[in-house]
T-cell receptor, first 108, second 115 residues
Framework: AQRVTQPEKLLSVFKGAPVELKCNYS??????LFWYVQYSRQRLQLLLR??SRESIKGFTADLNKGETSFHLKKPFAQEEDSAMYYC??????????FGTGTSLTVIP | DAGVTQSPTHLIKTRGQHVTLRCSPI?????VSWYQQVLGQGPQFIFQ???????GRGNFPDRFSARQFPNYSSELNVNALLLGDSALYLC??????????????FGPGTRLTVT
């Protein structure tokens, strides 16, 4: 069965500090992994996907198939990064699985 | 474009009743997906439709059904409502169902309360 685990419900970091939001998955096939973000009073939106290997708003995420992880990282957190972050997996059957989310607070 | 729109915004129903939620995708998007988000949890995938055909189904009972119309809008129907169906129902649209540029655009959701 597929599962996405985000072990931290809440994460607080100081402005300018590095931030890492953890995501682990279980899936026997070849998954597509995504990070979604929801800012206060806004809609859920895509932040980045592993297949495009891009950096968005300073965030990066590397798919580690050996550790089945897709951690989201940013070297220097900004106050505007405060939001709810969801890791998601899509399987070959076109089904999406979201983690329970991590609420990130960046302290000024 | 106003983005993905959903109606109604809020809804209160009684156990055993039936509910219909509606979604209009972004113009030009042919795929619509539905999710259920219970408070404190991530979205749970219910259905995906593309070109009026079901392309994916999550682990939900048969009380949940959906359809997509020729204009690509979609309805989610839930029969015999249970208290546990109380949640935020999200709709997301995308131009296609796969590919390197695949991206879902979410609507604001419909808040369903079952009493």
């Amino acid at each position: 069965a597929q599962r996405v685990t985000q072990p931290e419900k809440l994460l607080s970091v100081f402005k300018g500090a590095p931030v890492e939001l953890k995501c682990n998955y279980s899936y026997s096939g070849s998954p597509e992994l995504f990070w979604y973000v929801q800012y206060s009073r806004q809609r859920l939106q895509l932040l980045l996907r592993h297949i495009s290997r891009e950096s968005i708003k300073g965030f990066t995420a590397d798919l580690n198939k050996g550790e089945t992880s897709f951690h989201l990282k940013k070297p220097f957190a900004q106050e505007e990064d405060s939001a709810m972050y969801y890791c998601a997996l899509r399987n070959t059957g076109n089904q999406f699985y979201f983690g329970t989310g991590t609420s990130l607070t960046v302290i000024p | 474009d106003a983005g993905v729109t959903q109606s109604p915004t809020h809804l209160i129903k009684t156990r055993g009743q039936h509910v219909t939620l509606r979604c209009s995708p972004i113009s030009g998007h042919k795929s619509v997906s539905w999710y259920q988000q219970v408070l404190g949890q991530g979205p749970q995938f219910i259905f995906q439709y593309y070109e009026k055909e079901e392309r994916g189904r999550g682990n939900f009972p048969d009380r949940f059904s959906a359809r997509q119309f020729p204009n690509y809008s979609s309805e989610l129907n839930v029969n015999a409502l249970l208290l546990g169906d109380s949640a935020l129902y999200l709709c997301a649209s995308s131009p296609r169902t796969s590919g390197n540029s695949y991206e879902q655009y979410f609507g604001p959701g419909t808040r369903l309360t079952v009493t």
